[in-house]
T-cell receptor, first 111, second 113 residues
């Protein structure tokens, strides 16, 4: 079992719809969860982070964390073509300095 | 602020050659990281540093070395390049430990033939 798992996609979503991206993790000691966006040929950039169970909203983005089920998700409302990118889920390894990264989900927003 | 800078952007090495990938940050971050990203894969941590003079191995350190003599600079040394080291290399930094936002450089695309 991989430490952080994501569906590789591609996930195709019509413009204006809600895109839902999921991530599961194996380390029950993990406490910090991150979503990064990576455009093709570019470096990752932070979209959202979440530390507590429940939902966290920032504009069109909502991160959801369920530690009991060991999953974290990212919802993108009113999807735009500019949201087309690969979304990387990262989870801290217990109390370590390290982040463990998923392979990413490629999201395509169709106009 | 320039943020995190990396040089070179691209490089082709022959098997057995050595090179140093440069990384610098001007945000006064204590924590710095080197990752590699293979096609369709997530980031793998090579080495990290928690401050000047302190470095430690990550997940995939074999074939690489690092040093951190200043807060700003964190070069990655490849010795005896192998085709398996063909990848995109990202340097990142953060003010606090791994549970805070990491800022990434633009990356170095390395091909070993």
């Amino acid at each position: 079992q991989k430490e952080v798992e994501q569906n590789s996609g591609p996930l195709s979503v019509p413009e204006g719809a809600i895109a839902s991206l999921n991530c599961t993790y194996s380390d029950r000691g993990s406490q910090s969860f991150f979503w990064y966006r990576q455009y093709s040929g570019k470096s990752p950039e932070l979209i959202m982070f979440i530390y507590s169970n429940g939902d966290k909203e920032d504009g069109r983005f909502t991160a959801q964390l369920n530690k009991a089920s060991q999953y974290v998700s990212l919802l993108i409302r009113d999807s735009q073509p500019s949201d087309s990118a690969t979304y990387l889920c990262a989870v801290n390894k217990g109390s370590n300095y390290q982040l463990i990264w998923g392979a990413g989900t490629k999201l395509i927003i169709k106009p | 602020n320039a943020g995190v800078t990396q040089t070179p952007k691209f490089r082709i090495l022959k098997i057995g050659q050595s090179m140093t990938l440069q990384c610098a940050q001007d945000m006064n971050h204590n924590y710095m990281y080197w990752y590699r990203q293979d096609p369709g894969m997530g980031l793998k941590l090579i080495y990290y540093s928690v401050g000047a003079g302190i470095t430690d191995k990550g997940e995939v350190p074999n074939g690489y070395n690092v040093s951190r003599s200043t807060t700003e600079d964190f070069p990655l040394r490849l010795e005896l390049a192998a085709p398996s080291q063909t990848s995109v290399y990202f340097c990142a930094s953060s003010y606090y430990a791994g549970n805070y936002e990491q800022y990434f450089g633009p990356g170095t695309r390395l091909t070993v033939t």
